[in-house]
Nanobody, 125 residues
Framework: QVQLIDAGGGVVQPGDSLRLSCSTS????????VAWFRQAPGKEREFVAA????????WYADSVKGRSSTSRDRARGAVYLNIDNLISEDTATYYC??????????????????WGQGTQVTVSY
């Protein structure tokens, strides 16, 4: 059983930066990939970024590519998502998820079994 705790959301202004964190009760993600998804009101959950805990490979959605990075901290057993130059379209509930997906499905919601509770990010003046 993998329990995920995601945190770091809040209300920020356009142009600001934000860092979200995802940790697990076990202190390590082993051979899992950890992904970030987000869901805005009335919209489907969408992929944002992913990282393989063991190899460190990363993937990004076009919507955040170039202004986002995901990283892992082995000592803290945590994965982070940084987003710079936030825009109103980034407003959503952000979820971290973990699983051992094959590369071709790493952007798919259905590929992940373990999910965090979600953290709200609101971009507004």
């Amino acid at each position: 059983q993998v329990q995920l705790i995601d945190a770091g959301g809040g209300v920020v202004q356009p142009g600001d930066s934000l860092r979200l964190s995802c940790s697990t009760s076990g202190g390590t993600f082993g051979d899992y990939a950890v992904a970030w998804f987000r869901q805005a009101p009335g919209k489907e959950r969408e992929f944002v970024a992913a990282i393989r805990w063991s190899g460190g490979g990363t993937w990004y959605a076009d919507s955040v590519k170039g202004r986002s990075s995901t990283s892992r901290d082995r000592a803290r057993g945590a994965v982070y998502l940084n987003i710079d130059n936030l825009i109103s379209e980034d407003t959503a509930t952000y979820y971290c998820a973990a699983e051992r997906p094959i590369v071709s499905t790493i952007r798919s919601v259905s590929a992940y079994y373990y999910w965090g509770q979600g953290t709200q990010v609101t971009v507004s003046y």
